[in-house]
DNA sequence: TAGGCCATCTGGTCCT
DNA sequence: AGGACCAGATGGCCTA
């Protein structure tokens, strides 16, 4: 190897040699950007599958929430935090339905024992941490029933029982 | 027109 | 190294 190779360069580097090692720069940081599009471009179709997936999920969860006919779609924080209420409400309808059942016939038996916990041992999706036997009490979580059987997406209580309240 | 909701892009971080 | 996950930015659409 000659010595004026070993220099990048140098002042002595011959001027073709010079206009070589530029293009080859040019050429491998054209190919550097063509490599981190193309990484990105995939990155960006599995983004946006990953983010369909998390919607079909949201669907799926909206499609087995109480409905009403005319009711529109529900947002996506409607819809969590309805299912959040929604599954408090159950436990609770459980929960009070078991304290007025008589004891279970066969004691050996643990049919119901998934019944027995007081109340659901909600995970809080509020960050004031809202105890087990009430969902929802931070601002972010407006949407707290003052009774179990309230099934509601966050709207004041009915004005008929009965009547849905969206 | 402002505000809410949404989809998409993007760069950073963590995990396998 | 590559993929998953996350949060911020941006722009489009819709409604009050």
Redesign the pocket.
């Known amino acids: 190897m000659p010595a004026e190779a070993a220099s990048s360069g140098g002042p002595a580097e011959p001027r073709e040699r010079r206009r070589r090692r530029g293009r080859a720069r040019a050429r491998t940081e054209a190919l550097l950007h063509t490599l981190k599009r193309s990484?990105?471009?995939?990155?960006?179709?599995?983004?946006?599958?990953?983010?369909?997936?998390l919607?079909a999920a949201l669907d799926e969860l909206r499609s087995v929430l109480p409905t009403f006919p005319d009711d529109t779609?529900?947002?996506?924080?409607?819809t969590l935090r309805f299912a959040y209420n929604y599954i408090w409400a159950l436990a609770e309808t459980l929960r009070l339905a078991e304290q007025r059942l008589p004891p279970p016939p066969s004691p050996g038996s643990d049919a119901g024992s998934w019944l027995s916990s007081a109340s659901p041992a909600a995970p809080s999706l509020c960050a004031s941490g809202s105890g087990p036997s009430s969902p929802a009490t931070s601002e972010d979580c407006a949407y707290a029933p003052a009774d179990p059987l309230r099934i509601f997406r966050g709207l004041p209580l009915p004005a008929a029982p009965g009547a849905p309240c969206r």
């Open positions: 990484r990105r471009v995939k990155a960006n179709d599995r983004e946006r599958n990953r983010m369909h997936h919607n779609k529900l947002t996506k924080i409607e």
